[in-house]
């Protein structure tokens, strides 16, 4: 398995893996154009076929804060570790940046919790994350829950 820095050329798969588990309710959906204008954010995890089996971003939001976000593994290959090393090579890349705190809003929070995630209050988190919400179809509804990495 290779794990890279997103291309352009790679927008279609993703769209197509990050909206499969979006239209079963497990995340939230992400428009092309989203994935565009976050596609520095993104690694992909490429196997020997040279097929996108998974891709997550790290968003920088706020000073020293970064978000896990679009985590998604090909349920062929799930449970294989491959979304493990997504998380754990995103975290090292914040390290990197100077990030002291990654967090996310997720449906997922077994999974997180053996990532070292803990759960927090939504209201732990500064308000200028919010942002993007707005154009949430589930605004003012989330029902995701906040979570923050313990290893720093």
């Given amino acids: 398995m290779i794990y890279r820095k997103a291309k352009f050329t790679d927008i279609e798969e ?17 428009s092309r154009n989203a994935l565009y204008e976050s596609l520095r954010d993104m690694i992909v995890a490429v196997d020997e076929q040279g097929e996108i089996v998974g891709v997550g971003g790290l968003h920088i939001t706020w000073e020293s804060m970064g978000e896990i976000r679009s985590l998604a593994v090909d349920p062929d290959h799930s449970r294989q570790g491959i ?70």
């Fill in 83 to 152: 979304g493990r090393e997504i998380v754990s090579t995103l975290i090292a890349e914040g390290k990197e940046l100077g990030i002291h705190k990654v967090f996310t809003l997720t449906y997922q929070e077994v999974f997180f919790e053996k990532c070292g995630f803990k759960v927090i209050s939504k209201e732990e988190l500064p308000h200028k994350i919010w942002k993007e919400c707005i154009d949430c179809p589930k605004f003012p509804n989330c029902n995701e829950v906040a979570m923050v990495y313990q290893g720093y």
């Fill in 14 to 30: 993703i769209y197509s893996l990050v909206n499969y588990y979006a239209d079963e309710g497990l995340m939230l959906p992400r």
